[in-house]
Nanobody
Framework: QVQLVESGGGLVQPGGSLRLSCAAS????????MGWYRQAPGKQRELVAV???????NYADSVKGRFTISRDNAKNTVYLQMNSLKPEDTDVYYC??????????????WGQGTQVTVSS
């Protein structure tokens, strides 16, 4: 089994910054892609940013130029640097990772979610 542990959420004022981290552990053999999603109450979960093992990235239009996704393959960790935060960025942010566990089992796991609140 693969575990994804998130950290870095919190309360920040508009224009501020946060850095989210998500570390994968357990029976990981190889991670393909890692990404961040967010979901507000009553809303559908949406992609924020994704990064491949080769560091190709894709961002939601709403966060382009403000958020940066990166990963440390040696640590099986993905980060989301969030700058110029806006109230509409307030959401629960979820980490996702997919790839292969030991003995060639494909996995697709979610982190527990971390709350990001942008408010004065």
């Amino acid at each position: 089994q693969v575990q994804l542990v998130e950290s870095g959420g919190g309360l920040v004022q508009p224009g501020g910054s946060l850095r989210l981290s998500c570390a994968a552990s357990g029976s990981v053999f190889s991670i393909n892609a890692m990404g961040w999603y967010r979901q507000a109450p009553g809303k559908q979960r949406e992609l924020v940013a994704v990064i491949t093992r080769g560091s190709l990235t894709n961002y939601a239009d709403s966060v382009k130029g403000r958020f940066t996704i990166s990963r440390d393959n040696a640590k099986n960790t993905v980060y989301l640097q969030m700058n110029s935060l806006k109230p509409e960025d307030t959401d629960v942010y979820y980490c996702n990772a997919n790839g292969w566990e030991r003995q060639s089992h494909w996995f697709d796991y979610w982190g527990q979610g971390t709350q990001v609140t942008v408010s004065s």
